[in-house]
C-alpha cells in the first residue's frame, strides 16, 4: 500500500482497553488535523449510566461515518465492524492491564463525583467490579479478536499499533514532526506482521 502522510489521515480509529489513552490520543489528533472528535462513551450512554441499544450505536455511527473526516475513540463490538470498514487508520493502544488499571484508578480520583470530558453528562465517575474484570481480562479475551480484525484490514488500512508510554510519545513526536505513516509503524509501533509473528 501507497502510505499516506498521516496528516492527510481524515478518518481515524483508536481503540484498546479502559484506561489506554484512547480519548487524549483523540482528542490531541483532532486538534491537531483539525478534524471533529466523537467519544463513544459520550454517545453510547445515557444518563446514570444507562447504555443504549445496539441499533441505536449502529445508527449513530452510521451518521458519524458518513461525515467527511473523523477522529473516534472506543471500543463497543456492535459497532467496530463499521468503523474498522471505514476507517483509512486504526490506531490500537495495546498497552499492559495493570497500566490501563492505574490509569482508570488516577481518573476515578480526578474526576470522582462528576462526568469526564469524554462522557455522557449525568454519568459520575465511577469503578465496579464488572470495568475491573473487562480491564484485568482485557488481553485474553478482547485482544485476540482485535488482531484478527486487523490482519484482516492489513493492506487496505494505515495501522498503528502502540504498546506502551514511550512509543506513544515517539509516535507524537513523529506526528507533529510530518514524518510519513511508514515512519511511525516502524519506529513508533511495531507492525502488524511483526506481531502476529511474535504470538
Known sequence: MN?????????????????????????????KINVPVY?????????NWQMTSKP?????????????????????GATMTLRIAAA?????????RFVC???????????KGKSRPDMHDNCPEKI??????WILTFPEKRRPSI?????ASKGS????????SQQIRLFWHLFTKKHSQSAYISRAGLTLKALLEMK
Open 3 to 31: 502510505r499516506s502522510i498521516m496528516l492527510a489521515s481524515k478518518k481515524i480509529i483508536i481503540i484498546g482497553c479502559g484506561g489506554s489513552g484512547k480519548s487524549t490520543l483523540a482528542r490531541a489528533l483532532s486538534n
Open 39 to 47: 467519544h463513544l462513551d459520550k454517545l453510547f450512554w445515557r444518563d
Open 56 to 76: 441505536y450505536q449502529q445508527k449513530v455511527i452510521n451518521n458519524v461515518i458518513s461525515q467527511d473526516n473523523w477522529v473516534i475513540d472506543g471500543n463497543y
Open 88 to 96: 483509512d487508520t486504526i490506531i490500537f493502544l495495546d498497552r499492559n
Open 101 to 111: 488499571l492505574l490509569n482508570v484508578f488516577k481518573r476515578f480520583i480526578k474526576y
Open 128 to 133: 465496579d467490579f464488572d470495568f475491573l474484570k
Open 147 to 151: 488482531y484478527k480484525m486487523l490482519s
Open 157 to 164: 488500512k494505515n495501522i498503528v499499533i502502540l504498546k506502551n
